[in-house]
């Protein structure tokens, strides 16, 4: 996994990722939103539906921790061994809503998820043990870690899976 030196390092891949993974979407056409190819495990509705799924759950992780509220992660009554259950609620969650309403619903959070990571200062984002949701695993990782994993890293997997189904 990379690492990054400093707040605006992790913004910038975030940025430079999500921008790429978007681009892959502008020869996509609506009929096709829903299709299966073989060799790609998610249509292009829920590649889209996953990311902008966990990018909200890690922003409701946080405004519940700040309210006082426990977090339970990954989710209430799914337990990190069932994930497949959580992404289905992401598929299920969107389902209906056209490419661009998507898209659009993918910018907005992940503007979101930087302006989160823009207020949260370098201590929070790189200490461990600095947020109850972030060290809710055996793992103990810093918040950078849960951003990276649930923004860069997923953006990067899937715009080579989104490629990939467009060859297909």
């Known amino acids: 996994m990379r690492d990054y030196g400093n707040k605006q390092e992790l913004i910038e891949a975030i940025e430079i990722s999500y921008n790429k993974f978007v681009a892959e979407f502008t020869?996509?056409?609506?009929?096709?939103?829903?299709k299966r190819i073989?060799?790609?495990?998610?249509?292009p509705a829920e590649m889209l539906a996953y990311q902008i799924g966990?990018?909200?759950l890690v922003?409701?992780?946080?405004?519940?921790?700040?309210?006082?509220?426990k977090v339970v992660t990954p989710k209430p009554n799914i337990?990190?061994?069932k994930l497949g259950e959580l992404y289905q609620s992401f598929y299920d969650e969107y389902k209906g809503l056209t490419l661009e309403k998507l898209l659009k619903k993918f910018e907005k959070v992940n503007k979101d998820f930087v302006n989160l990571i823009k207020s949260l200062n370098d201590k929070i984002l790189f200490d461990e043990n600095q947020r109850q949701w972030a060290s809710s695993t055996p793992s103990k990782w810093p918040v950078w870690r849960w951003i990276h994993i649930n923004s860069?890293?997923?953006?990067t997997n899937f715009r080579s899976k989104i490629r990939k189904w467009k060859k297909g």
């Open 59 to 69: 922003l409701s992780w946080e405004k519940d921790e700040m309210a006082g509220k």
């Open 27 to 34: 020869d996509i056409a609506e009929k096709d939103l829903h």
């Open 54 to 56: 966990w990018l909200r």
């Open 38 to 43: 073989d060799g790609v495990d998610k249509t």
């Open 152 to 155: 860069v890293a997923p953006f």
């Open 79 to 81: 337990k990190w061994n």
